[in-house]
């Protein structure tokens, strides 16, 4: 492939519907016209690749990089990463350079600020690459992959006792406009830890932990809560992130997690390091997406997302995990904010699809001052069998998890009858499961932001909850972990 190849911008309208670069400028996409004066030998018009990068100067200087999209005979479509606003069509000019785009990895990342393109915005250098990666990652063989079976202690009671994340595991955060799932994802970040097998010891070793942050359309006062915890918590030395802002361009949000997941892989494989990237917000990447395919003229799917959204989805999910010969690990919480709560929106509906599980931030618990506001009915955590009972946390950690969902659902019911026929109508049992509701939230839900319980302190809460009930009506624990457990304060 020939680099430095020279062209010229056409304004001139490709489009009978849209009319011009004036309406596409706002997509981000241009028409480009290759020109080969006095360079007839050097190659054909029509040997310019598919997502081939190119780079624009403008007449100021300014660089930009956009990727082909499409070529058609000597004309092809670029998608601009840092948009098309100022572009002079006369004026630019512009380099193909042969190549797929790549990003320069280095363990000298953490600690680092990069905007949504990878170029450091903290007014530090360059980072001095170690390696240039494609930001669209390599296929891990399935075969080469290990089963997660290493639980992650996050402090938080209605995730570690009820809906146990795994290392190497992808889960994402289900939330909604006004929730403090920021919150609950910083919370995650300062307490997280390992729960080694065989020992009722947590690994808090700074040396192979990582956290890649990538921010994609989020406000300033988002991104500036993430990187003033990461600060005050003394833990930005191990951080990277990327921050695409809402005023950024749209298009830059395609690639941002990308990057992210690049520099997460690399930190993983190669420094061997456990990595725990968090990506927000997934539903402004999505509406990205949606906004490119309609430039692009695609035949929309739901709500007018492409109808491949899904396998464009499972390209970031599937990142996520580990790789046998590697010590290294990629735990991926992406969090997505479901429009006007509907969970069967495209977004949440097919991102539940791929990863494996969710945890669900629910407007009513938050309402009512409860926080974390984790409903841990619709929240689920697929992996969480593997990476928990003897040897790994304690041998009644599932029969404990089983027995709440189970009472706490049957309050719910109670609770729902109790507002049509009022309490009177209730019996001894159903007044037993509605104090144990109101207890379940305020005890074991509720917690503080800084409060960092182990799972055994969770476990322990559980079992003051469940003697609320006598032995009898705890039917979904064994007769011997009740006769361990039930009758005094639990040991570990």
């Not at 009513?364 to 955590?381: E, K, T």
């Not at 469940?466 to 979904?476: N, T």
């Amino acid at each position: 492939m020939c680099r430095g190849l020279s062209v010229k911008l056409s304004s001139e309208p490709w489009c009978p519907v849209d009319g011009g670069i004036a309406i596409l400028e706002e997509t981000a996409l241009i028409r480009m016209e290759m020109c080969y004066h006095r360079m007839k030998m050097i190659k054909p018009a029509t040997t310019s690749l598919y997502a081939e990068i190119v780079h624009l100067t403008l007449p100021d200087g300014t660089k930009r990089s956009g990727q082909v999209l499409e070529v058609t005979g000597s004309k092809a479509v670029v998608q601009v990463f840092e948009g098309t606003a100022g572009i002079d069509a006369k004026k630019t000019s512009c380099e193909f350079t042969g190549d797929i785009l790549r990003t320069p990895v280095s363990e000298d990342m953490l600690g680092r600020v990069f905007n949504g393109s990878g170029k450091p915005i903290d007014r530090g250098p360059a980072v001095l690459a170690e390696d240039f990666l494609d930001i669209m990652g390599q296929p891990i063989n399935p075969q080469c992959r290990i089963y997660p079976e290493e639980m992650i202690q996050t402090g938080i009671s209605a995730i570690d006792g009820m809906n146990s994340i795994a290392r190497g595991q992808k889960i994402p955060i289900f939330s909604a406009a006004g929730l403090p799932h920021n919150e609950i994802a910083a919370q995650i970040c300062r307490q997280a830890g390992l729960v080694k097998k065989s020992k009722d010891v947590m690994d808090y070793s700074e040396d192979n932990f990582a956290i890649v942050f990538a921010a994609m359309g989020v406000n300033m006062e988002t991104a500036r809560f993430f990187k003033s915890d990461f600060e005050e918590n003394g833990s930005m030395d191990n951080v990277c992130l990327f921050l695409n802002l809402a005023n950024d361009p749209t298009i830059e949000r395609i690639i941002t997690p990308r990057l992210a997941l690049t520099s997460a892989e690399y930190l993983a494989y190669q420094c061997e390091k456990h990595v725990l990237v968090i990506l927000t917000d997934m539903s402004s990447y999505a509406e990205a997406l949606r906004e490119v395919s309609a430039a692009r003229e695609e035949v929309p799917g739901r709500r007018g997302f492409p109808g491949y959204m899904y396998t464009d989805l499972a390209t970031i999910y599937e990142r996520a995990g580990r790789v046998e010969g590697r010590s290294g690990s990629i735990t991926q919480i992406p969090i997505l904010t479901m429009p006007n709560d509907d969970i069967t929106h495209p977004i949440p509906d097919l991102t539940g699809y791929i990863t494996e599980g969710q945890i669900y931030v629910d407007r009513q618990l938050h309402n009512r001052q409860i926080y974390p506001p984790i409903n841990v009915l619709p929240s689920l955590s697929r992996l969480m069998k593997s990476a928990i009972g003897e040897g790994m946390t304690r041998r009644d950690h599932s029969d404990v998890s089983n027995q709440l969902y189970a009472c706490y659902a049957i309050g719910k019911d109670v609770q729902a009858m109790k507002a049509v026929v009022g309490e009177e109508a209730l019996t001894a049992d159903d007044l037993l499961y509605l104090e144990f509701l109101t207890k379940f939230e305020k005890n074991f839900i509720s917690q503080g932001a800084y409060e960092n319980r182990s799972v055994f302190e969770t476990l322990d809460i559980g079992w003051q909850l469940m003697r609320i009930f006598p032995k009898e009506m705890l039917k979904r624990i064994p007769q011997s972990t009740l006769a361990e457990f039930y009758p005094r304060e639990a040991k570990h």
